[in-house]
């Protein structure tokens, strides 16, 4: 469909001269009126239209009822995607890389288990995320995303690693995250597929594992810690069902090893810094910084005034 000095009016105010060159069920196309033949085709989404005037006199009026006026306005909840009358759900998986702070005092029990040359405490940073969310725009521009999410972090056995040359002693523990997330996100262009996100949450962990000393080993388990993360990144709407999200952030969290530990051959130990001199228990610094790249599936669910259906 091609028409000269049409005129579109969104439900944001804006008003758009343009040559209309191509209308679907989605979105219309269009060009700047004025421009060169060859200048760029912009589109807008048929939901975000108030009215089309076209040059004909015809006005077409996307605020009123389908049955009222035969528009093919979108109905079912993903096309009504990015507007106040549909909830997006995500469901996916990413990969974490994470930069662990080690200045706590797991180092200075390290090093007085193993004297002198204390080898270095180091570990597996990667670790792959689930998360699960739910969304939905504010406002009638559809450029302002809220919601919220729940991740499950599982890091390998191996995320914090040490031991001696023998093998004699050894460090090998690993967390479980529970985060509940929120956050707040505004679109960066004009087909509102990417988005500026802000994401602030509260971190639950429990860490596991176990630590051999002088050929002994202990369990590891039953050491819960509480901290947050901040984070911010894109996610981009690939398609209107896969989304992929990319962050950066900083986690904060101390875990205590305040539970005793046992092993089948030795019954139970509590372990100190370095006794009798400092019995502070030993805790581990789950913070630092971390970077996340992941994809998810996407579901919609049409919003009506008072709930979902």
């Known amino acids: 469909m091609l028409s000269a000095q049409d005129t579109i009016f969104v439900k944001t105010g804006e008003v758009i001269p343009a040559i209309i060159v191509e209308k679907n069920s989605m979105e219309i196309k269009y060009k700047k009126s004025g421009q060169a033949e060859s200048a760029a085709i912009y589109s807008v989404f048929i939901s975000d239209i108030k009215s089309i005037h076209y040059s004909d006199g015809i006005v077409a009026d996307y605020m ?85 999410e729940l991740q499950l972090i599982f890091t390998p056995k191996d995320a914090i690693y040490s031991s001696n040359t023998s093998g004699s002693n050894e460090i090998m523990l690993r967390n479980f995250y529970y985060n509940i997330i929120i956050f707040y996100g505004h679109t960066l262009n004009h087909k509102k597929t990417a988005a500026l996100m802000i994401e602030p949450g509260l971190d639950i962990a429990s860490m596991s594992g176990n630590i051999t000393i002088n050929s002994k080993p202990y369990d590891i388990s039953g050491n819960v810690g509480m901290g947050f993360h901040i984070a911010t990144g894109i996610d981009w709407l690939i398609t209107k069902r896969l989304l992929a999200t990319a962050r950066i952030g900083q986690r904060f969290m101390t875990i205590e090893e305040s539970h005793k530990s046992s092993t089948s051959s030795t019954g139970y130990a509590t372990f100190y810094v370095d006794p009798p001199d400092n019995k502070d228990l030993v805790s581990v610094k789950w913070n630092g910084p971390y970077f996340t790249f992941g994809l998810s599936y996407c579901f919609y669910v049409k919003m009506k005034t008072g709930g979902a259906e």
């Open 64 to 148: 009123q009822s389908d049955e009222n006026t035969g528009n093919t306005k979108p109905q079912s909840a993903i096309e009504m995607a990015g507007t106040m009358r549909s909830m997006r759900l995500s469901a996916g998986m990413s990969i974490e890389k994470f930069n662990r702070n080690t200045d706590d005092n797991l180092q200075l029990f390290w090093d007085n288990i193993n004297g002198a040359n204390s080898p270095e405490i180091t570990g597996n940073p990667i670790s792959y995320p689930i998360n699960l969310r739910m969304s939905l725009t504010i406002g009638r521009s559809g450029r302002n995303w809220v919601g919220d």
